[in-house]
């Protein structure tokens, strides 16, 4: 799961857009409870990641948190001891005493969960459709050598992986049981290392640790990064609307309270918003 | 299916059954009241009594299907009650089931039939533990703690023969079946004991042995003079407000941490006890933590100021 640039508006938009609007995903998440809400979120990120053409691993990145969703409703039902609709008696369970099941607790873990998988698509998205060279330059003028430094260790990632899969192969053509994981990843990690030695060498000779601030790179606004912009500005502006007017209001206990049409206009409000800037498909670059 | 499978299958259908497990909320109980107050009980928040109660319910749940609530430290402490708060560093919100105070959260104790439910916002700073109060009369007696009924003892001192009388029939009117004996022989961890008698003639007891140590000990927020001839009323901040002399009489309750509650119906005299008797009804004693009587006059413990 690797950024690769494809001919979306997102990809191309500046990095500076791209970020501000996966925060502004990951903010309005972070910002509303009410599961319509919630919902509209997780439903927008998938759908930006579809017109991104990143449709297919952020649907596989869906599935796989949906036992993180069952994890977290699991462990909200049996912590909490608050809310007023009792579904299930647990009884009397080691360390954790009389255990109650109520709505409340589970319909709130649900919250959490789909909260937590919103997240993970906005990190998700982030990863797969703003690139990562151009958000390190960003910060280069910040901190030279930690932008620097940032940039090869993320470039150090794929190769892991690859160094990782063909150590494997090889291994697998050999007599005998298969190597172990652990065993896998020591001698990739062996070869990581001694290829950052090389770079780290390489480096020091062509006087990078010399190397002065770098002069500002200032490309013109593109139509994409204005609009994605604008996007991540709205898509803030409906989240706290709705957070601060009540109209997504959601309160989980005592007992659940959640608004309804309303929360449903702001559901609305936000999908539209966070799809609109891919609407615009001229100008992409490929 | 192997045999393991279907053991396992069985033992855990077996705790199912067994551990008090099933769906939804299982079978209610009935007439449960509730009571808010603060300062020791000396204002009057709110009251409610529930016929009905649904089943798996617990002090929490009451009290948030009655009133505005929030909490803290995950839900199992109150913080405010219709948006009544602590306001001050020492002040909380404590509550009592049946007059005793509760050892666990309130979101962990059930509610059973017939418990009042006594919620009072007060000042700890003399101590955060109050065993058992009195306020609750003719409970813990009636449905005792945890909805478990206790034997009831009254334990008289030897001249005070008619004090202990009119406390045995007000156990009796509450059909509570008690019987007056002397003091030292019966009661034990298990009864739920009250004894009777001038405080030089109980002051051997352990409960009144509690309350010669203070409220950080009692919970109750008045002591007597070295030869019991007076009794010193206190504030929350364990300062001695008043004192009373001879006929002065005390209902206190406390506990030690092995025992359920003993109640003590004292005085300075036999005047005082005789007095005290005469005030052990629910009418007198509700919502009191602790009830001083000066002759006619009703002195609820702590005393609030400079009252």
Same mark, same amino acid.
């Given at each position: 799961?690797?950024?690769?640039?494809?001919?979306?508006?997102?990809?191309?938009?500046?990095?500076?857009?791209?970020?501000?609007? +996966?925060?502004?995903?990951?903010?309005?998440?972070?910002?509303?409870?009410?599961?319509?809400?919630?919902?509209?979120?997780?439903?927008?990120?998938?759908?930006?990641?579809?017109?991104?053409?990143?449709?297919?691993?952020?649907?596989?990145?869906?599935?796989?948190?949906?036992?993180?969703?069952?994890?977290?409703?699991?462990?909200?039902?049996?912590?909490?001891?608050?809310?007023?609709?009792?579904?299930?008696?647990?009884?009397?369970?080691?360390?954790?005493?009389?255990?109650?099941?109520?709505?409340?607790?589970?319909?709130?873990?649900?919250?959490?969960?789909?909260?937590?998988?919103?997240?993970?698509?906005?990190?998700?998205?982030?990863?797969?459709?703003?690139?990562?060279?151009?958000?390190?330059?960003?910060?280069?003028?910040?901190?030279?050598?930690?932008?620097?430094?940032?940039?090869?260790?993320?470039?150090?990632?794929?190769?892991?992986?690859?160094?990782?899969?063909?150590?494997?192969?090889?291994?697998? +053509?050999?007599?005998?049981?298969?190597?172990?994981?652990?065993?896998?990843?020591?001698?990739? +990690?062996?070869?990581?290392?001694?290829?950052?030695?090389?770079?780290?060498?390489?480096?020091?000779?062509?006087?990078?640790?010399?190397?002065?601030?770098?002069?500002?790179?200032?490309?013109?606004?593109?139509?994409?990064?204005?609009?994605?912009?604008?996007?991540?500005?709205?898509?803030?502006?409906?989240?706290?609307?709705?957070?601060?007017?009540?109209?997504?209001?959601?309160?989980?206990?005592?007992?659940?309270?959640?608004?309804?049409?309303?929360?449903?206009?702001?559901?609305?409000?936000?999908?539209?918003?966070?799809?609109?800037?891919?609407?615009?498909?001229?100008?992409?670059?490929? | 299916?192997?045999?393991?499978?279907?053991?396992?299958?069985?033992?855990?259908?077996?705790?199912?059954?067994?551990?008090?497990?099933?769906?939804?909320?299982?079978? %209610?109980?009935?007439?449960?009241?509730?009571?808010?107050?603060?300062?020791?009980?000396?204002?009057?928040?709110?009251?409610?009594?529930?016929?009905?109660?649904?089943?798996?319910?617990?002090?929490?749940?009451?009290?948030?299907?009655?009133?505005?609530?929030?909490?803290?430290?995950?839900?199992?402490?109150?913080?405010?009650?219709?948006?009544?708060?602590?306001?001050?560093?020492?002040?909380?919100?404590?509550?009592?089931?049946?007059?005793?105070?509760?050892?666990?959260?309130?979101?962990?104790?059930?509610?059973?039939?017939?418990?009042?439910?006594?919620?009072?916002?007060?000042?700890?700073?003399?101590?955060?533990?109050?065993?058992? $109060?009195?306020?609750?009369?003719?409970?813990?007696?009636?449905?005792?703690?945890?909805?478990?009924?206790?034997? $009831?003892?009254?334990?008289?001192?030897?001249?005070?023969?008619?004090?202990?009388?009119?406390?045995?029939?007000?156990?009796?009117?509450?059909?509570?079946?008690?019987?007056?004996?002397?003091?030292?022989? %019966?009661?034990?961890?298990?009864?739920?004991?009250?004894?009777?008698?001038?405080?030089?003639?109980?002051?051997?007891?352990?409960?009144?042995?509690?309350?010669?140590?203070?409220?950080?000990?009692?919970? $109750?927020?008045?002591?007597?003079?070295?030869?019991?001839?007076?009794?010193?009323?206190?504030?929350?901040?364990?300062?001695?407000?008043?004192?009373?002399?001879?006929?002065?009489?005390?209902?206190?309750?406390?506990?030690?941490?092995?025992? $359920?509650?003993?109640?003590?119906?004292?005085?300075?005299?036999?005047?005082?006890?005789?007095?005290?008797?005469?005030?052990?009804?629910?009418?007198?004693?509700?919502?009191?933590?602790?009830?001083?009587?000066?002759?006619?006059?009703?002195?609820?413990?702590?005393?609030?100021?400079?009252?």
């Amino acid at each position: 799961m690797i950024y690769r640039r494809r001919a979306s508006p997102l990809h191309s938009a500046r990095a500076g857009a791209g970020c501000a609007y +996966c925060l502004a995903l990951a903010i309005a998440t972070l910002t509303l409870s009410n599961p319509i809400a919630l919902a509209a979120m997780a439903l927008g990120v998938l759908g930006a990641g579809v017109a991104a053409g990143v449709g297919r691993q952020l649907g596989r990145a869906a599935l796989l948190g949906l036992p993180v969703v069952a994890a977290i409703v699991l462990i909200n039902v049996l912590v909490s001891h608050d809310g007023l609709t009792v579904i299930a008696r647990l009884g009397d369970l080691p360390i954790l005493g009389h255990t109650d099941i109520t709505l409340e607790a589970t319909v709130y873990g649900a919250i959490l969960g789909l909260r937590a998988v919103a997240l993970i698509l906005c990190g998700i998205l982030y990863t797969l459709a703003v690139d990562p060279d151009e958000v390190l330059r960003l910060f280069r003028r910040v901190s030279f050598r930690s932008a620097l430094s940032a940039t090869l260790a993320t470039r150090m990632v794929p190769i892991l992986i690859r160094d990782g899969r063909r150590l494997a192969e090889a291994q697998r +053509c050999r007599p005998g049981p298969p190597p172990s994981r652990l065993t896998l990843m020591r001698v990739a +990690c062996t070869g990581v290392l001694d290829r950052a030695l090389d770079v780290a060498a390489a480096l020091e000779v062509r006087g990078y640790g010399v190397a002065r601030r770098p002069p500002a790179y200032r490309p013109p606004y593109s139509r994409h990064d204005l609009e994605f912009l604008v996007a991540a500005v709205a898509i803030i502006a409906v989240a706290i609307a709705g957070r601060v007017t009540g109209w997504a209001s959601f309160i989980a206990y005592p007992s659940v309270h959640a608004a309804g049409w309303s929360a449903l206009g702001v559901a609305v409000g936000l999908v539209a918003v966070a799809w609109l800037p891919f609407a615009d498909r001229r100008g992409l670059r490929r | 299916m192997s045999f393991r499978v279907r053991t396992a299958l069985a033992a855990v259908a077996t705790a199912v059954v067994c551990g008090g497990c099933g769906l939804g909320p299982g079978p %209610g109980t009935k007439s449960v009241s509730l009571t808010i107050t603060k300062g020791f009980g000396s204002q009057h928040i709110g009251a409610l009594t529930r016929s009905q109660v649904p089943g798996s319910e617990t002090v929490m749940r009451m009290l948030e299907r009655s009133y505005p609530v929030s909490t803290r430290y995950g839900g199992g402490f109150v913080a405010s009650i219709d948006g009544l708060a602590a306001a001050g560093p020492e002040r909380d919100w404590f509550y009592y089931v049946n007059g005793v105070q509760a050892a666990q959260g309130a979101a962990t104790t059930g509610v059973h039939a017939g418990d009042h439910i006594w919620w009072d916002l007060h000042d700890w700073s003399a101590t955060d533990a109050i065993p058992a $109060v009195v306020g609750s009369f003719p409970e813990p007696f009636v449905n005792g703690i945890a909805g478990k009924r206790y034997p $009831v003892t009254v334990e008289c001192a030897a001249n005070v023969g008619a004090a202990c009388k009119r406390v045995t029939a007000q156990l009796n009117a509450a059909h509570v079946p008690a019987a007056p004996q002397l003091i030292g022989t %019966g009661s034990g961890p298990d009864t739920l004991g009250i004894v009777v008698g001038t405080w030089p003639e109980i002051r051997g007891e352990v409960a009144a042995e509690l309350i010669d140590h203070g409220p950080g000990a009692s919970g $109750v927020y008045a002591t007597f003079g070295a030869g019991g001839g007076s009794l010193r009323l206190l504030n929350p901040r364990n300062q001695v407000v008043r004192t009373l002399g001879a006929g002065a009489g005390l209902i206190a309750a406390t506990a030690d941490n092995s025992s $359920v509650p003993t109640w003590l119906v004292t005085g300075t005299d036999a005047a005082g006890v005789n007095a005290a008797a005469a005030a052990l009804t629910a009418t007198a004693l509700h919502d009191h933590f602790a009830l001083a009587v000066d002759g006619t006059t009703r002195l609820p413990v702590p005393l609030q100021g400079s009252q």
